[in-house]
Nanobody, 125 residues
Framework: HVQLVESGGGSVQVGGSLRLSCAASGDTHQRYCLGWFRQAPGKEREGVARIDSDGTSTVADSVKGRFTISQDNTKNTLYLQMNSLKPEDTAMYYC????????????????????WGQGTQVTVS
């Protein structure tokens, strides 16, 4: 099992930047596919970005060129750098993990990820 705790959310103006962090604890020796998801009020949870244990990453088309996912294995921390933020980026952001080192084994839907953080709110206005 792994526990995930997000931080770094907040309110920012249009065009601004935020960096979200997700600290992992527990069975961090297991290799995981890690992801960031977001959910806006009245909408389904959607995938934003994923990263393999070897660092291979993918991001959703809606955030491509603006968001970057990365990880620091020495700190057991996942990051989401968000630039050029837009009002439509407003949502609760969650990090998630599944005990498989390769994200390509999954299509990226929320149901495929077993472990979840509590979320951090991002508001862009």
């Amino acid at each position: 099992h792994v526990q995930l705790v997000e931080s770094g959310g907040g309110s920012v103006q249009v065009g601004g930047s935020l960096r979200l962090s997700c600290a992992a604890s527990g069975d961090t020796h297991q290799r995981y596919c890690l992801g960031w998801f977001r959910q806006a009020p009245g909408k389904e949870r959607e995938g934003v970005a994923r990263i393999d244990s070897d660092g291979t990453s993918t991001v959703a088309d809606s955030v491509k060129g603006r968001f970057t996912i990365s990880q620091d294995n020495t700190k057991n921390t996942l990051y989401l750098q968000m630039n050029s933020l837009k009002p439509e980026d407003t949502a609760m952001y969650y990090c998630a993990a599944v005990a498989n080192p390769y994200c390509y084994a999954f299509s990226g839907t929320p149901l495929e990820f077993r472990y979840w953080g509590q979320g951090t709110q991002v508001t862009v206005s």
